[in-house]
């Protein structure tokens, strides 16, 4: 087996602590990726595809205790509405979609809030069409009928430069999983970066991975949003209820009905207060609509060389980092990851993250998912037992998740600069606010950065 250096080229400029921890975490993700193997490529389906392809995904993130963005004004208000219509969103070409406003932010955890993303395609218009969807009385997404719009792409602007390799980082990643308040028999698994073979790369984790099989970007793919209609999601908008897209070279048929399981999640609150030298408990309030969880965290220091340690920690009771797995996943791979017991049962709600094992960072990132629900739809609708001839006029796919981020130690709602009894009864007349002294959090940090 060869040595995994030839990976890693050495690199004669001196390497920052930030460029360290940087080339410590891609090789982690290269380590996740390697692990999750092909088997989780999409294969070529041997019948005749459907006229149209339809996905809807639907995302609620709750950060640093924030349900929401808080209401801003002004110069900050401006901004922030320029960061919300001007994100690039990649396509599996490659390439980028111009006009495509805030779609795409149902992948990452880039706002808080509820983020909608949705994608049409159809053979019909292979170029791309235009097409509305109705929606229910209740949406309140930022428009009624949706308009979904086919973007123009981009073309390969890097010409001919080379591949570039990461040089070979220095540090040690130490990994732990488990809900435990001690740390278990055999852990952590330590590697060092400078040291390791490819053989021991292999077997350092269990990386699962999901294929993305939701709404994208795509040349030929009509979406909403785009420039013409931005997404704006009310606190308590709701997509239960009939759902019917018409287009050019769209089926007349194409329409379903979406029921609460399948509609937004609610926030995924995560609270851990305590000292990280001791055991952390984290818990949350359960989520009907949730099939199962998943919490990770991770922290980075360095030792007195200035060498990296990544510490990485799931909840998984098999040793899978879960940095993978933070996405939407099938029905069948969330049954099958909870028999594996990978995932938490979705009637747990609370996890113990073991004493002392991000005490030398001071600080560590807390991460959790709520997986919900995916709902296939199809006209005609697909037999029990469907032959490889099967072919429907169109499909759709709706997908549902929870997503929360937090400092590790810190309660939800002392992040968000609120008290528990404030949080409690948000809708009180608050006459006492200012007389508790109670701690800033982010949204304080954001209103007075501007002076709001």
Known sequence: MSHASSAFPSAGTTR???RRLRTLGAAVALAVTSAAGAADAPKPSAARGPVAQYWMDLATYNLMGMDEMPQMGGIAGSMMSGMMGTRAAPGRDGRHAKGVGNFGMTKYAGMPGRQIDIALYTANKPAGTSATQQTPERADVGAEPLHLVTPPREGNSGGGEEASWPERPRGRILFYWGCSATVKPGQPRVIDMGKFSTQ???????????????????????????????????????????????????PDNLKFTLSRDQDFMPSLKLDSGGKLADSIRVHWPSIAQARAY??????????????????????????DPGTGLMNYASNANVDKWLREKVLLAPTQTECAVPAGIFAKAGTAMLQGIAYGNEANFSYPPKPAS??????????????????????????????????RDEDAGRDGDGEDRGKRGEKKGPVDALKGLFGH
Request: net charge negative; glycine share 10%.
């Open 16 to 18: 920052t602590p930030g």
């Open 200 to 250: 021991e790369y292999a077997g350092f984790m269990q990386g699962r991975g999901v294929t993305d099989r939701g709404a994208r970007a795509e040349p030929g793919y009509a979406i909403w949003p785009n420039d013409r209609e931005n997404s704006r999601v009310a606190r308590d908008a709701s997509l239960v209820g009939e759902h019917v897209v018409r287009g050019d070279g769209v």
């Open 294 to 319: 998943l919490l990770t965290a991770t922290s980075a220091s360095e030792d007195k060389s200035g060498a990296p340690d990544l510490v990485l920690w799931s909840s998984s009771e098999l040793p």
């Open 386 to 419: 469907a032959p490889a001839t099967w072919s429907p006029d169109w499909v759709a796919r709706v997908r549902n998740k929870s997503v929360a981020m937090n400092m590790l130690g810190e309660s939800a709602a002392s992040m968000s600069g609120r008290s």
